[in-house]
């Protein structure tokens, strides 16, 4: 057994506790994680959903990476015959260490036999594929039609490797299990041998490495991990990367043109601008470079300003799944990859730990409801992979990522099905926060959370209604802070604690310092009338138009609801917007109404939104978010 | 010598006479164009152009066809060695064709030397390079890469053969000569040995055949190429073509989804949809079809109707250099190739000879002057390939196509810059046709038109003024009509026979019909004055924005120009719009002038609008056509 093979346990001193969720800081934060088990949803939607996708997605998930073979790729490799006929994209590997990742924090959360049983299978083929110094990517290993890193821009190849360390991180944070981590290190460690300023200079063309780097250097606490991160950091942005396949624009694509300290916009391919951007962040934040932070703050500004959607979607380019200019933000063939709006959460997801601005909560909160639940149906069955903010009569779906093709079971590269997985199983983690001070939460679900030194009991029927309610169920003798996020969207908020209500000020956290005790209750009322929200002057497709949102959610007319007109000719004929309790939609919505008027022939009806996130789960036709104002 | 060697002799007592322009049809239709030598630009704005073309553009697209070794190609086929180094795109043939009939038309109508050896050079070359079969495609003869016809879709065999057999008929109809119409025939009765409804039924990825070989059926009188033809039209449509490249959308991308007769909208790639659609109209005019016809017409409506942008561009997709679908029309990100433009010339022409109504001569000036002449600079020698309606601040330039790098010398895929060359050499043939009753203008500019008993000097100091005159030089005893084209653009016009003023009627032909005598004299008054064009309320991009334009002209903001306004931020703030002559930019244009205001500080200033084809002819920056009304 070599060096290597030994490696987790020869560093076990420094290994970080296992338990945490995604992102565990060993650098002081102002904001830190909560524990693995010191958070959890309870009831309410987003915890249905949570259910949904362990029993329902993850499995299916399951069958379809079977179907897909997967599996076979890694028992190819396995074998160590080169030759072997290859399955799906070369990226395939990643897909399924995305649902092996999945299927870590849900099997941590609900000790599932059936899952225990799939991560011991899977994890054993894994280090069975893995070459003996540490190399793992089964294209490249057994298809025998490129050698390593041959075509390092195209091969996935340390991106495959990234998704594996997470997935690794992962199962040791959910399970205590360090199996898969002996396997990471492994990697981590070849990668460190084969790549650095003194080695070999290049870098893979889809980040990710550099965020599951970070992870693995958190976790194991090796400094060699950290420094290699920083190295694919540093390296990016110089014309490193060359492929022929995007010609002209490779080092727009491959977010290759400009160097990450002197980036003013993120650019190129979304999903990976945003990875490497998080990456960049979370180098940042363990290395305690403020030029570099601030660098990546200055961008996560300019893309919320100019390149992203009222939906949180990300990405305007069919071509390239790319941003595209400032401000160029279409709203029909907008791209919005479910993946790019995943990946921007976990972007502000470190920022908001290392800043404690409340601007980063509710990014997360927007995109998570409007671009990332968009993405899948309600039965975690069918999926979007683009975010498409509009879609007409006459619509030809010849794209299965299409809006006018409908939710699909699983696409070709089906990086976003296996990104939802991660993100929903996981997703509790980002509901709270401690701190020296006390517990901070930033989004409002029923939910229980210890931290900080309190024991809360939250309560909401969200994002439906803005009554939340905190109940202390055990608090310490000295003075705590809780505080509470009121998001940007609120007009006013009220604070209610024991019965005596506090304005409190949207776009920032609420704090209460006390001496708490058991039994005692807060209440935030977030009032969520519907409203109409504008678009920047510069944005074409929204110029003359409104979008309706209600509380956290964004708002969409879908053809099926509307009352004498037609999607693509409407306008609303006045700002009253009225709303109603359906309970016959979805199990229960809210939706919103307005005087409408046909365009052409001034046909006088009333438009009905739904929630954006919950279009095409009935079926699919003519939909928009923007909606005309009648001049 | 075999028996199709010498074809073009055989079928010489059906040989069509030489002479003439683009599209001589065999069958008779309402309006007949004027023999090649019955038309010439005499002076004027498009005269100059189409100097530049011949002194610039023809003499520089040689050097760039020689650097490029196009006719090394050639060369190499010639040869008769497989494995050859090929150089530039499978369909470099095409852009030598392309360049070869501009070549001859330029010839034809200047008696210039060296376009004279070019065009026997040339010649020869390329019937040394023809195989004894008559195949022609000098990538699959020489680069030893792929077979005859083994990647149909993509190789572009058939277009290549297409654009020879064109400028073969150019080349006959300018100067008389039959040498590439004799390897004309050999290619057609080539494709004819081995395509057919009982041979290989299948066809190119690129239309284009169909034109070409009704054309050479014009000229030659062989029913054999116009029943190849058809087939080609009838053939397509069936999911014929499959290409991997293409995946999904092969069919819609190649105008193969939906038979030619059933197609509502055209779609997929523009360029070819509307090559194919112009030569499925030249089957239905020689054939008779008059279902096949009128299905193209509903095509032309619903393509002018949904997805054309106000300047006549076509194509509003990058993926696929394709038509949306329809009122998906974004400014910023539309393709409008500028081939598409040419080719829906060539479709309007058709459509024009077989119906004479006038909204295909209306198109034709849009296209013209707006999505065409867009595509190259005033001095003949940069061309656009992408005619944008909207570059911002901030754009990235990566692609030597989009509208912020600016204007090229030549691009990897040159099909514009060929296609503009042998429309502006051919251009003058698009003015006036003839019929029993007398002579049609259809277009102003200063020229010397003789057709229909009619011999007319025609001045105009077009686009720019309105004012024409047309002056009988000779006429018969007879009653004659004489036909002008009242634009549709045109809120009023006056027409002054002898000094006799009557109104006439935009959008229709004001027809005069008498006994003319030499010195007669016909004014059309054409007003021009600025005018602010709304668009429809489906397309997102240009809701409470208006274009201007002014007679046949689309104005644009450039950069340049602005007073105390930036591109980027403006809004009419009035639609009082001013007109004012501006010596000192390009020899002399109107500008239109109004009142502005900065969206974001209100700074009021005045924007200054040039004619949209005219700008980046200085230097490139932010520019727009579409104008945000100050709501």
Partial sequence: MSEHRSHPVATAERLQRAGGGPVQPRATTPLQPLGFADVRLTEGFLARLQQENASTSIVRGHEHLERQQAWTNFENAAARVVGRTYHGPVFEDGEAFKWLEATAWEHGRSDDAQLAEWLEESVALVASAQADDGYLSTFNQSAGKRGRYEWISYDHEIFNMATMIQAAVARYRASGSGDLLA????????????????????????PLVEMALVELYRVTGEQRYLDLASFFVEIRGHGTLTDPTWQGWTSVYFSDRIPVRETVYPE????????????????????????????????????????????????????????????????????????????????????????????????????????????????????????????????????????????????GCSCCPTNLMRTLASWHHYLATSSDAGLQVHQYASAQLSGGGLDVRMGADYPWHGEIELSIEAAPQDVRELSLRIPAWARSATLEIEGEPVAVEPGSYARVSRVWRAGDVVRLLLPMPARLTRGHHRVDAVRGAAAIERGPLVYAIEHLDQEGVTVDDVALASTELAEEWRGDLFGGIPVVTAPARNLPDGEVGRLVAIPYFMWANREVGPMKVWLPLDA
């Avoid at 492994?186 to 870098?203: C, I, N, P, S, W």
């Avoid at 601007?359 to 409007?370: C, S, T």
Wanted: net charge negative.
């Fill in 268 to 411: 190129g391919h979304a999903v990976r601008a945003v990875y490497f951007a998080s990456g960049a962040t979370d180098v940042a934040i363990e290395t305690g470079d403020a030029e570099l932070f601030d660098a990546l703050r200055r961008q996560w500004d300019n893309m919320v300003e100019t390149k992203m959607y009222v939906n949180g979607s990300l990405g305007s380019r069919w071509e390239g799944e790319a941003f595209g200019d400032p401000y160029e933000l279409p709203t029909d063939r907008g791209y919005g990859e479910t993946c790019a709006a995943i990946a921007s959460i976990q972007w502000s997801w470190r920022l908001l730990l290392a800043t404690g601005e409340p601007r980063y909560a509710d990014l997360i909160e927007r995109q998570l409801y409007n671009a990332v639940l968009s993405g899948v149906t309600l039965d975690g069955d069918r999926y979007f992979y683009v975010n498409t903010l509009q879609v007409r009569e006459g619509a030809i779906a010849y794209d299965d990522r299409m809006g006018a093709a409908g939710r699909q079971e699983w696409f």
């Fill in 183 to 206: 396997v990471a290190c492994r990697a981590a460690d070849h990668l460190a041998e084969v790549f650095g300023f003194d080695k070999r200079r290049e870098t893979c063309g889809h």
